[in-house]
């Protein structure tokens, strides 16, 4: 049984959605401060995070930063503002899915299953023989997903792994920033696609030598990316 933790500190919200994801066949655990929040996110095993962002003392992004930098489980960020600023910021530190208060039980429970599902095809089977990609100075190791540039190893969230790996295993084909959020986000019909452009951004900065004229990860005009090699 997945666990979930619902870190919000209103405790009607953090008890509806409580009660859908508990119906949904989901073990959770709710905390209503963002210290104890990220406290029991660092400590204890959790398969998904849904994180509220205005949080008092603690805010939401401060957790996300924080369990980005321990662990790669699913974090879908909760805010009742719809500025872009707070989804790109989200986005930036490593959220992998932004929701806007006043929202449906059954959509975040929808969200909820595709995260999970994605993560774990993602990393479920430790069986798999080695797959090594080297490209140019680049190796992407899709076993134990780890990326090295130029020998240097890259600390890369699991959406930059995902997103880099994908374009980089169908080299010189352009992709819309539609069919990029379809394959790695697994969510044809909810979620934003400036998380493409937000991640597209964080991945350059780490590989490559120059972010404003890249040499791997083009942007077709119009259109949406592609991997040279």
Known sequence: ?????????????????????????????????????LKTALEEEIDLIILDIMLP???GFEICKKVREKKDIPIILVSAKKEDIDKIRGFGIGADDYIT????PSELVARVKAHLARYER????????????????????RTSRRVFVNGEEKAFTTKEFDLLYFLAKNPNRVFT????FSNIWDLESVGDIATVTVHIKKIREKI?????????????????????I
């Open 57 to 59: 003392v603690m805010d």
């Open 208 to 228: 490559e030598f120059n972010p404003s004229k890249p040499q791997y990860i083009e942007t077709i005009w119009g259109i949406g990316y592609r991997f040279k």
């Open 177 to 180: 920033k539609e069919e990029i």
């Open 101 to 104: 208060k006043p929202f449906s």
């Open 122 to 141: 993602l990393v479920g089977s430790k069986e798999a023989a080695n797959e090594v990609y080297e490209i140019r100075g680049i190796k992407i190791d």
């Open 1 to 37: 049984m997945s666990k979930i933790l619902i870190i919000e500190d209103e405790e009607s919200i953090a008890e509806l959605e409580k009660d859908y994801l508990e119906l949904s066949g989901f073990d959770v655990i709710v905390c209503n401060t963002g210290e104890v929040g």
